[in-house]
């Protein structure tokens, strides 16, 4: 499954740049110009890491992850920023940061420190969940086994199904659907991701997975 990341940038050519690059490297990119869109981007899209610029019209970056925190966001962040001084790293650390570097960067580096906080956000969670009854889930090797043995799936069913556990009872519209499921290179297609659901229902239960009609689906633990 490819991770999802915001990107807070209002600076048009870096933010392309940027863009273009995390694609490549197969992130998932929902992007805003603006601390205001980045708030409305991550009411509808979770992703798994933000990239946050600090000076942004609207809402300023340390503003906006500290409103996020303050919500129980905890979701890992790095501030990207012209600011070098102690004190704004010390301003950024404190408003809830994970990371910090300083404009200019290499993209190489900042790579670096996006699959390090992703590794280390991931290993913190048991990789196996229980789905049902002697059904299990194993978020490393992407596999559903029932009663021990490996229940056969397409990969792109077991990535929804990552998608979905990785965020339970959150709705998950079709966008952060597509975007997690089909590469840049790939059209989504509505009629397949309704078979996929359909498929994952057969195997872990109808009532694990909501449709929220036109909206998208909800992986249902209550």
């Keep these: 499954m490819r991770p999802s990341l915001l990107l807070l940038e209002d600076d048009l050519q870096l933010s392309d740049t940027l863009k273009q690059f995390l694609v490549l490297k197969g992130y998932a990119v929902y992007y805003a110009y603006d601390g205001i869109q980045a708030q409305e981007l991550l009411f509808e899209h979770p992703v798994d890491l933000m990239l946050i610029d600090v000076n942004v019209p609207l809402l300023n970056g340390f503003e906006l992850l500290r409103q996020l925190r303050t919500d129980g966001n905890e979701t890992p962040a790095i501030f990207i920023t012209s600011l070098n001084s102690v004190d704004d790293v010390a301003r950024g650390f404190h408003a809830g940061c994970d990371d910090y570097i300083r404009k200019p960067f290499a993209l190489k580096e900042l790579l670096v420190r996006i699959e390090s906080l992703l590794k280390r956000s991931f290993g913190t969670h048991n990789h196996i969940i229980p789905v049902g009854k002697e059904l299990f889930f194993d978020t490393k090797e992407l596999t559903l086994t029932k009663n021990r043995r490996r229940v056969a799936l397409k990969t792109k069913e077991l990535t929804l199904l990552a998608l979905l556990l990785r965020h339970p009872n959150e709705l998950l519209e079709y966008d952060t659907i597509f975007n997690a499921l089909w590469h840049y290179d790939e059209t989504p297609n509505s009629g ?11 195997a872990i239960g109808k009532e694990k997975i909501e449709t929220v009609k036109n909206i998208g689906y909800r992986f249902v633990t209550k």
Aim: glycine share 0%; no cysteine; net charge positive.
């Design 192 to 202: 397949s991701l309704r078979t996929y659901i359909k498929t994952l229902r057969a």
